[in-house]
């Protein structure tokens, strides 16, 4: 086992043995892991409140443990510490924490002073609580799970900072030590706001960590400029280096002015040089300062000839509408209304586009549902009129957590940017906080961010620099117009990077027929027993069947039955749906061959797939729709040709990267799909649409297995299966 810890482990022992009665007093039985977590922090502070006779236990070390100790033990040394318990806890706790606890006997021996006046070092804490006692601030420092060093490569620009926060303000009352691990954060944002409260004068208990009026109006008369010095200098040039800009901690010079004008021309403030309130403003808070006249704005409210003359009388030039609602009652204004765009390029307006469904927790944030939701916005885009190069932004309304964006988001928007790259000449953008936007264009995924910083209070603001490459961003909720021309909006700031659109096509007519998802709660286990009746009728039963039936074992190797197979497609009904609306055509002439290569897979395939992987072959009909490399090649770059979708032409070298990239079912099931299309072309017939008849479905099925007898017959084959696929995904289709 690694990173396992000794005395760690010995710690949790401790706490195991010593509080058996653990149940009672709401302490866990700890796993004797050698691991520091919150299970064991929580236990430590449960048995510290113990020790000092609180009844209430609670995981928190909260007021009343704080104002405990301080009544009791306002400095723990070697003659303060109580009792073998008390004195084994804080030496556990300083093992959970990385500094030697000198053993676990309880004694505040040589070796925990040591450690003690490290840790006040490392906090930054040994000017303010000189010494190897531990007071009460720091025995609350000692029991959560902050880091005092540099870890997970945190800067020392920014660990001198939280150090001297630390050391600066650590006696006020409601200033409580933070991290020195030299990553900015939401405790760090609330310290810099205290700590400009404790410069502006306020008493403890009028100093809270808002950024409110009586913050705003301090700051406004403590401009810095070049050559400040003293604390505000040093807060000011904390909040720069804070928000990544490359500059140094300290007195104001003449390389910060530099470094504070490219950051007011960055954040779009009037650039001055020096520390004036807007620039402070920005450097605390992610909305800044919210009496900013943006150039840009977004709304849920129809843009009528009367509300676009208030729009432009106030300065605006860019606004935000919804591509979609899927709420039939909430809103109705919400989604882009018939006229609407004509009405904002009649006066000289430009909008761009947002697509928002229910993204407002991390269960919705997926690569399917990305894809799906990329599919309709290009549906949606199309139908309003939006032009080639319009960038759409996807929301992500709601606080999400760093994990939730590494394990949901990032997954979900590249289903987002592999199907607009693919599908639509359109560009991809995102709506979020900034952590969220910076990740997801970091990963590649979004070309503009789209920053909700009204909602300051977001662990994924707090703490974060304005991404890098900004669109818009939004600070305020205000009202402009009045009368038949009044108009709730927010109030965004422009960057440049996207200027939306000013003129617009015609649109496309929306399809009422266009296929959906399979209503599977109503249709699935009828369809599957039809399509088992289907095979069955044509030698193909639920399992074996021709091909199937020789004495050799070796022949049912890796065998697919007919239920695993529909199972597999119906997982799939997502991706099936989104290719055939899409591409508009009918979904089942994608599913049929899919299902069909799936349920007819025998122990040739996988013989012939190794003998590509080994070098030995250099292509093989392979994954689920059993297609060719070559095959692949020749259909995706028809299509490319012909302007059905993106990308660059495929050659010889690709073969490879092509055969490996079709064992992934997502793209296996979409070259299927261009293939349908590149099969009516050789056949000679008309691109597949939703009108196709029963000739040319069995035409395009043929193909999809070659030419000659063999061929024939599939088609005649699969198109049984394609009519009984269609005859439930039109019943779906009437009753969406």
Not at 98 to 114: C, K, P, T
Not at 258 to 264: G, I, S, T
Not at 456 to 473: E, H, I, M, V
Not at 701 to 723: F, K
Request: with cysteine; proline share 4%; net charge negative.
């Amino acid at each position: 086992m690694s990173n396992v810890d000794d005395m760690i482990v010995r710690a949790q022992r401790f706490i195991n043995s010593t509080y058996n009665n653990g149940a009672t007093l709401g302490i866990s039985k700890l796993e004797e892991d050698g691991r520091t977590g919150w299970t064991t922090m929580y236990a430590l502070t449960r048995a510290l409140q113990y020790e000092m006779g609180i009844t209430a236990l609670s995981n928190t070390f909260g007021p009343t443990t704080l104002s405990t100790l301080q009544t009791k033990f306002p400095k723990l040394d070697q003659s303060t510490v109580p009792s073998w318990a008390f004195g084994c806890i804080l030496q556990s706790a300083l093992y959970c924490k990385g500094y030697d606890g000198g053993g676990i006997d309880g004694e505040y021996n040589a070796r925990v002073q040591a450690s003690v006046a490290k840790l006040k070092q490392d906090m930054g804490v040994d000017g303010a609580f000189p010494g190897n006692s531990l007071e009460p601030k720091v025995v609350k420092a000692l029991f959560n799970m902050d880091a005092y060093v540099t870890v997970n490569n945190g800067s020392d620009a920014i660990r001198s900072i939280q150090q001297w926060l630390n050391g600066r303000y650590v006696n006020r009352r409601d200033f409580f030590i933070i991290p020195s691990d030299g990553h900015h954060s939401r405790d760090v944002a609330k310290s810099m706001l205290f700590a400009i409260q404790y410069e502006l004068g306020m008493a403890d208990g009028t100093a809270n960590g808002v950024f409110g009026p009586g913050t705003q109006a301090g700051l406004k008369s403590h401009t810095v400029t070049t050559g400040a010095t003293g604390a505000w200098a040093q807060l000011f040039t904390a909040g720069m280096v804070l928000n990544g800009r490359n500059t140094a901690f300290g007195n104001f010079t003449a390389e910060v002015q530099a470094a504070v004008r490219d950051f007011q021309s960055f954040a779009k403030l009037p650039v001055t040089g020096a520390g004036d309130f807007p620039t402070w403003a920005s450097l605390l808070v992610s909305y800044g300062d919210q009496t900013r006249k943006g150039e840009a704005c977004d709304g849920v409210t129809k843009v009528t000839s009367a509300r676009a003359q208030a729009l432009v009388a106030a300065g605006y030039k860019y606004i935000g509408r919804y591509l979609y609602n899927p709420s039939s009652t909430s809103l109705p204004e919400k989604q882009i209304q018939p006229g609407e765009l004509d009405t904002i390029k009649q006066y000289g307006l430009r909008c761009f586009p947002i697509y928002q469904t229910w993204s407002r927790s991390a269960d919705y944030f997926r690569y399917e549902q990305g894809c799906t939701d990329a599919s309709n916005a290009i549906e949606w885009a199309r139908i309003h009129g939006f032009k080639p190069g319009s960038i759409i932004y996807f929301a992500v309304d709601y606080d999400a957590l760093d994990s939730e964006v590494t394990d949901h988001i990032i997954p979900h928007f590249s289903g987002i940017q592999r199907t607009i790259g693919e599908l639509s000449g359109y560009g991809v953008g995102i709506y979020g906080p900034r952590n969220v936007c910076q990740r997801v264009s970091d990963a590649g995924y979004a070309a503009t961010s789209f920053v909700s910083d009204m909602s300051s209070g977001f662990s994924g603001n707090l703490g974060y620099p304005l991404p890098t490459n900004w669109a818009f961003d939004q600070i305020a909720t205000v009202t402009v117009g009045s009368g038949d021309g009044r108009i709730e909006i927010d109030n965004n700031i422009a960057s440049g990077r996207d200027t939306g659109q000013g003129d617009f096509d015609p649109g496309v007519p929306r399809t009422d027929d266009l296929d959906v998802d399979l209503d599977k709660a109503k249709y699935r286990a009828t369809l599957l027993t039809d399509v088992q009746a289907y095979l069955t009728s044509i030698g193909v039963p639920e399992t074996g069947g021709e091909g199937w039936t020789a004495d050799k074992d070796w022949v049912t190797y890796d065998a697919i039955t007919t239920t695993q197979a529909f199972d597999a497609v119906m997982d799939k009904d997502w991706l099936f749906t989104n290719l055939a609306r899409q591409l508009r055509l009918r979904k089942a002439l994608i599913q049929a061959p899919v299902l069909w290569e799936l349920r007819k897979l025998n122990a040739l395939d996988p013989i012939a797939d190794d003998a590509v992987r080994h070098g030995l072959k250099d292509d093989s009909s392979t994954g689920w729709g059993q297609i060719f490399a070559w095959v692949a090649m020749e259909a995706r770059n028809y299509c490319i040709q012909q302007g059905i979708i993106n990308g660059t032409p495929l050659n010889g070298n690709d073969k490879r990267t092509v055969w490996d990239r079709l064992q992934d079912p997502n793209y296996n099931i979409t070259t299927a799909a261009y293939l349908t299309i590149y099969n009516a072309h050789q056949v000679g017939i008309d691109r597949p649409s939703l009108t196709t008849g029963q000739a040319d479905a069995q035409k395009l099925l043929a193909r999809y297995n070659g030419t000659g007898d063999g061929a024939e017959q599939y088609g005649r084959e699969l198109v049984g299966l394609y009519n009984v696929l269609e005859n439930y995904n039109k019943l779906s289709r009437a009753g969406r």
